[in-house]
């Protein structure tokens, strides 16, 4: 079965400055990864996916998330962030072949300060 | 107007009652799934229906039960609430393909007293 560990539960982080948010999973097949952000009061919105290709993927909002196979990792980065950047961050996957059910990290709270 | 709508947003209610969540969606997406989100546990899979003749136990579905109207609704039911069903729940669509992306509601908040 896969798993996902999201390695910090929360991360303070001073306005303009970089954030790296850690996810690693675990898993016997080839995945799909994906990065959710909730802002406070609300559902979960896409940031980012990987399904192919490219290691480097980019999403909204200036993010962008590395996957890294040998590590079984899909770390989420933003070069320089902004106080509506605080929210919770989630990192998902799901196992090709097994439709698109999600199996999601613990999640990271970012709380940026000004 | 929201794609995803949940109803109620907030609900307190007592051990042993008998609640329902209803989820809606304008977005034609078959596929549509419940999950309850628990601090520092992430989001878990209760139920999940690709279809309306299609029903499917997620991760933790000992406790509710689902129906799927239509398809475009999705009610997630507790038949006798307890305590530990205190929660924030979601509830999401997709398209068909497996790496479509979900998309949420902006949740339930349920209290049991």
């Known amino acids: 079965a896969q798993s996902v560990t999201q390695l910090d539960s929360q991360v303070p982080v001073f306005e303009e400055a970089p954030v790296e948010l850690r996810c690693n999973y675990s898993?016997?097949?080839?995945?799909?990864l994906f990065w959710y952000v909730q802002y406070p009061n609300q559902g979960l919105q896409l940031l980012l996916k990987y399904l192919s290709g490219s290691t480097l993927v980019k999403g909204i909002n200036g993010f962008e998330a590395e996957f890294n196979k040998s590590q079984t990792s899909f770390h989420l980065r933003k070069p320089s962030v902004h106080i509506s950047d605080t929210a919770e961050y989630f990192c998902a996957v799901s196992e090709q072949a097994a439709g698109n059910k999600l199996t999601f990290g613990g999640g990271t709270r970012v709380l940026v300060k000004p | 107007d929201a794609d995803v709508t949940q109803t109620p947003r907030n609900r307190i209610t007592k051990t042993g009652k008998r609640i329902m969540l209803e989820c809606s969606q304008t977005?034609?997406?078959?596929?549509m799934y419940w999950y309850r989100q628990d601090p520092g546990l992430g989001l878990r899979l209760i139920y999940y229906?690709?279809?309306?003749?299609?029903?499917n136990k997620g991760e933790i579905s000992d406790g509710y039960s689902v129906s799927r109207q239509a398809q475009a609704k999705f009610s997630l039911s507790l038949e006798s609430a307890i305590p530990n069903q205190t929660a924030l729940y979601f509830c999401a669509t997709s398209d068909a393909g497996q790496h479509q992306p979900q998309h949420f509601g902006d949740g339930t908040r349920l209290s049991i007293l």
């Open positions: 977005k034609g997406h078959d596929r």
């Open positions: 898993s016997s097949v080839s995945v799909y």
């Open positions: 229906s690709f279809d309306v003749k299609d029903i």
